[in-house]
């Protein structure tokens, strides 16, 4: 398992700060870290695609999550299908 971080300012700029991610059942682990970041486990191939993408698509991605009530994965995977 790794970790896809998302940092402090990117968590305030969405709101993530103030709401909670929905993390399906079994999948997904987020923690909070002291720091202000969020981590979420995920694999290897979710990672690099997150890495690859721009703050502004990962912003776009977390709040889909919010808006749509839809696990970090669950949406990632739907964008890496497009």
Known sequence: M???????????A???DKRTLVIPQGTDILIR???GDI???TNE??????DSL????????IRRC?????GLEEII???MNK
């Open 2 to 12: 790794v970790e896809i971080i998302i940092k402090k300012e990117m968590a305030i």
């Open 14 to 16: 969405t709101g993530l």
């Open 33 to 35: 870290r002291v720091n």
């Open 39 to 41: 981590s979420v486990g």
């Open 45 to 50: 191939r979710i990672k690099t695609f997150w």
């Open 54 to 61: 721009t703050d502004i698509r990962q912003k776009s991605i």
């Open 66 to 70: 919010q808006s749509e009530f839809k």
């Open 77 to 79: 995977e739907e964008e």
